[in-house]
């Protein structure tokens, strides 16, 4: 079975970077396309991010305006969503996922695995 861990979120002042690591075990990392999305208080749960079996395509949300940065490294079995500028809304429950769907992992309907999230707050 396999399981997503991820780590990093915390409390941040508005403008702030963090990082966001997950760690995938009981399965091999190559073999599934990885992502973020995340859930403010209220409102229902959003994509972030997603990234190919080897690096590509990546693909972020409107939102993200070049802030994100999404990486994998397959031989540590570690994703990677490096957050720069961060505002108040970015204050949410941020969720790693995989899955194998050759859609990737854009949309909740093609993600096999979730992590239990990390909270990111995000203080003015």
């Known amino acids: 079975q396999v399981q997503l861990v991820e780590s990093g979120g915390r409390l941040v002042q508005t403008g702030g970077s963090l990082r966001l690591l997950c760690e995938v075990s009981?399965?091999?990392?190559?073999?599934?396309?990885m992502g973020w999305f995340r859930q403010a208080p209220g409102k229902e749960r959003e994509f972030v991010s997603s990234i190919g079996l080897n690096g590509g395509p990546i693909y972020y949300a409107s939102f993200v305006k070049g802030r994100f940065n999404l990486s994998r490294d397959n031989a540590k079995n570690t994703v990677y969503l490096q957050m720069h500028a961060l505002q108040p809304e970015d204050t949410a429950v941020y969720y790693c996922?995989?899955?194998?769907?050759?859609?990737?992992?854009?949309?909740?309907?093609?993600?096999?695995?979730w992590g239990q999230g990390t909270q990111v707050t995000v203080s003015s």
């Open positions: 996922v995989a899955g194998r769907s050759p859609y990737g992992v854009t949309s909740p309907n093609t993600v096999d695995y």
């Open positions: 009981g399965g091999t990392l190559s073999s599934y396309h």
